[in-house]
């Protein structure tokens, strides 16, 4: 009866305690004051972003010049570094051999050309010998046999002539193309062998090219924008950190995908007429991106991540609540959410440090948050 009692005294004093517990958590939770935080209204706007791809500036159109005759340099035209226009004499090489070839095979022609005319008189003569029985016939089978050894004589001797005018032209190496030509290989006097000796390269410069390489899960996204595309779908940023002002449009893609990296090769190409990209340059091309268009946009300082995940509290009337965001790229001082948001909702952009789901808000300066300058604009 004792124990008994005892029980029942120790389970009023554990009730009695919680009863007090719960009592005090519940008036120090009425005691805890809203926090005070500052929102913002979501809104939708045009968002412009882009895909990068490192780049490099290639010409459309780079030859190797190389001679396709003998001799020594005696001629250089051009200044280096400069643009030369189509057909500009560039070198020339020792043209004296090839003048002399050229004059040999043009006598060639005209003693061949002789001999033809010889040849076709004599036949003539003999035919009309022939209709009176005058001469025989093996005679003016003979005469045939020598003109049409005269023709193929004929034929060889202007074979030599164009050869001869060929290696000729060849002695004055001109510009294949408009383009800029580089610093020489070679100088006065150099002794060239043909088809060997480097003695410059030229590239085009406008328009000019850039090189990518994308993944093979790109080639259709590619396909497309050189089927379709705008002035602000491909823009270039220089190693400068310069946005270059023209607009790019897809040149070409390569024939296949790289079996080893399973990448492949675009070649996009912009105007230069004022000749800022050069052969050669690193840049990277921005590429605007599919999802660009009027996209929900927030403070990116509204953010918070917790485990690789984003998250922002949006103000219902007086309670917080937590909700997780997909996001896009920056712009500037706001980022673009791809999901989580409506435009409309507001956004708690300050203040947020100190809250949880579901907790109390009311809307005022936070602690340690800026205060506004005089005349109304916020302090920097």
């Given at each position: 009866?004792?124990?008994?009692?005892?029980?029942?005294?120790?389970?009023?004093?554990?009730?009695?305690?919680i009863?007090?517990?719960?009592?005090?958590?519940n008036?120090?939770?009425?005691?805890i004051?809203?926090?005070?935080?500052?929102?913002?209204?979501?809104?939708?706007?045009?968002?412009?972003?882009?895909?990068?791809?490192?780049g490099?500036?290639?010409?459309?159109?780079?030859?190797?010049?190389?001679?396709q005759?003998?001799?020594?340099?005696?001629?250089?035209?051009f200044?280096?570094?400069?643009?030369?226009?189509?057909?500009?004499?560039?070198?020339?090489?020792?043209?004296?051999?090839?003048?002399?070839?050229?004059?040999?095979?043009?006598?060639?022609?005209?003693?061949?050309?002789?001999?033809?005319?010889?040849?076709?008189?004599?036949?003539?003569?003999?035919?009309?010998?022939?209709?009176?029985?005058?001469?025989?016939?093996?005679?003016v089978?003979?005469?045939?046999?020598?003109?049409?050894?005269?023709?193929?004589?004929?034929?060889?001797?202007?074979?030599?002539?164009?050869?001869?005018?060929?290696?000729?032209?060849?002695?004055?190496?001109?510009a294949p193309?408009?383009?800029?030509i580089?610093?020489?290989?070679?100088?006065?006097?150099?002794?060239?062998?043909?088809?060997?000796?480097?003695?410059?390269?030229?590239?085009s410069?406008?328009?000019?090219?850039?090189?990518?390489?994308?993944?093979?899960?790109?080639?259709?996204?590619?396909?497309?924008?050189?089927?379709?595309?705008?002035?602000?779908?491909?823009?270039?940023q220089?190693?400068?950190?310069?946005?270059?002002?023209?607009?790019?449009?897809?040149?070409?893609?390569?024939?296949?995908?790289?079996?080893?990296?399973?990448?492949?090769?675009v070649?996009?190409?912009?105007?230069?007429?004022?000749?800022?990209?050069?052969?050669?340059?690193?840049?990277?091309?921005?590429?605007?991106?599919?999802d660009?268009?009027?996209?929900?946009?927030?403070?990116?300082?509204?953010?918070?991540?917790?485990?690789?995940?984003?998250?922002?509290?949006?103000?219902?009337?007086?309670?917080?609540?937590?909700?997780?965001?997909?996001?896009?790229?920056?712009?500037?001082?706001?980022?673009?959410?791809?999901?989580?948001?409506?435009?409309?909702?507001?956004?708690?952009?300050?203040?947020?440090?100190?809250?949880?789901?579901?907790?109390?808000?009311?809307?005022?300066?936070?602690?340690?948050?800026?205060?506004?300058?005089?005349?109304?604009?916020?302090?920097?």
């Amino acid at each position: 009866m004792k124990n008994k009692y005892t029980y029942c005294v120790a389970a009023a004093m554990a009730l009695l305690i919680i009863s007090s517990c719960g009592s005090k958590n519940n008036k120090q939770a009425a005691a805890i004051p809203p926090t005070p935080v500052n929102v913002i209204e979501a809104k939708k706007s045009d968002a412009l972003y882009y895909d990068k791809y490192q780049g490099t500036v290639t010409a459309l159109n780079s030859v190797e010049l190389r001679s396709q005759v003998a001799g020594f340099i005696t001629g250089i035209f051009f200044k280096e570094g400069d643009v030369v226009t189509k057909g500009t004499p560039l070198y020339e090489i020792d043209k004296r051999v090839y003048q002399a070839a050229y004059q040999q095979a043009k006598a060639n022609l005209a003693s061949a050309k002789a001999n033809l005319n010889k040849a076709q008189k004599d036949i003539d003569r003999y035919n009309m010998l022939l209709k009176n029985d005058a001469v025989a016939r093996q005679t003016v089978d003979q005469a045939t046999a020598s003109y049409e050894t005269s023709q193929s004589q004929v034929a060889v001797a202007q074979a030599g002539v164009a050869s001869a005018a060929a290696d000729l032209s060849y002695a004055t190496i001109r510009a294949p193309f408009t383009g800029r030509i580089g610093i020489s290989q070679v100088k006065m006097g150099s002794q060239i062998v043909p088809g060997t000796t480097l003695l410059n390269t030229i590239s085009s410069g406008n328009p000019i090219g850039v090189d990518v390489v994308i993944n093979e899960q790109d080639i259709n996204r590619f396909y497309k924008l050189q089927k379709a595309s705008t002035d602000t779908t491909f823009l270039l940023q220089t190693s400068d950190g310069e946005t270059y002002n023209k607009p790019g449009k897809v040149f070409a893609i390569d024939r296949g995908v790289s079996n080893q990296t399973g990448s492949i090769k675009v070649r996009v190409q912009f105007p230069n007429a004022e000749d800022k990209l050069r052969d050669g340059m690193s840049c990277v091309l921005q590429v605007l991106n599919d999802d660009s268009g009027d996209r929900v946009q927030i403070p990116y300082k509204a953010i918070t991540e917790q485990m690789g995940e984003f998250f922002v509290f949006v103000s219902q009337d007086t309670i917080a609540k937590q909700v997780k965001v997909k996001l896009g790229p920056r712009i500037q001082s706001n980022v673009v959410v791809m999901e989580g948001i409506k435009p409309g909702e507001k956004i708690i952009t300050e203040g947020f440090q100190r809250l949880r789901d579901g907790g109390k808000i009311t809307l005022g300066q936070p602690a340690g948050a800026a205060t506004p300058a005089k005349g109304g604009a916020a302090a920097k």
